[in-house]
């Protein structure tokens, strides 16, 4: 999938689920990098030998990448008052976008 298509779907998505006044300031760019997320830090860990579409595309990674954005976004982005978890949630949804558009393509991804 093109990355603008995993860029626009995150951001609708992410904007959908959050408030404005519960979403972190610039929030289209940390929806748009989450999103993003499985396919760079893919391709950062495809440099030490993991295959494209590897362990950052899994269901494992999820959970995770999601707790890091949501607790980075809550940290750096001035709005310390939103609940933790109502962005993980956020965060979850844009990234799980990602999957979910890549099993629309005709690479044969396989979700881990
Ligand atoms: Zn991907």
């Known amino acids: 999938m093109e990355w603008i298509s995993h860029g ?4 609708l ?14 929030a289209p760019v940390w929806w748009v990098a989450a999103t993003l997320a ?10 030490l030998g993991e295959a494209h579409r590897g362990v950052m595309h899994s269901l494992y990674a999820l959970p995770l990448l999601a707790g890091i954005f949501a607790f980075a976004a809550r940290r750096f982005s001035g709005r310390p008052q939103v609940k933790l978890v109502r962005l993980w949630i956020a965060f979850a949804a844009v990234i799980a976008t990602h999957s979910v558009l890549d099993l ?3 690479y044969r991804y396989n979700p881990a």
């Open 8 to 11: 626009v779907t995150g951001v």
């Open 13 to 26: 998505v992410g904007n959908a689920i959050l408030p404005p006044d519960e979403r972190p300031r610039r």
């Open 38 to 47: 499985p396919d760079w830090l893919g391709f950062m860990v495809h440099s």
């Open 104 to 106: 629309l393509t005709c």
